[in-house]
């Protein structure tokens, strides 16, 4: 070996076959891109993310024209629960409501808003 990259080249197969492959999977990530900013449009999205002592729960609102629901993870129960509701509105209210009782059972939020990605 003279130079040094040749020895990455051979082990992570640097050749042609691997730029189509990144163009089909570029054009396939831009197509649910799209999607999503279409859904994104109508949808409602909200995350709290709560703590108590060494505890975490999460409480989730997805919520639309056609309805919403309410998703809530509590670490001392061994799955999650969902709710769903007939309209928006009625979900917005439950989420606050839920969040509000959380927070007088002792749970501080530690974040409130979009679910992050990344």
Known sequence: ????????????DVGD?????DLEYTDE????????????????????LLKKNDMLALLSLKAGDSGGQIVRFDPRESLPSMQSYESETEARKWFA???A????NGWSVVY???????
């Open 97 to 99: 409501r839920s969040l």
């Open 17 to 21: 076959d691997t730029d189509a492959e």
């Open 112 to 118: 409130d808003g979009e679910p992050l990605v990344g």
């Open 101 to 104: 009782t959380s927070r007088k």
């Open 29 to 48: 990530a831009d197509e649910f891109d799209d999607e999503d900013e279409e859904e994104d449009d109508s949808m409602v999205v909200r995350t709290a």
């Open 1 to 12: 070996m003279k130079d040094h990259n040749d020895f990455f080249d051979d082990i992570i």
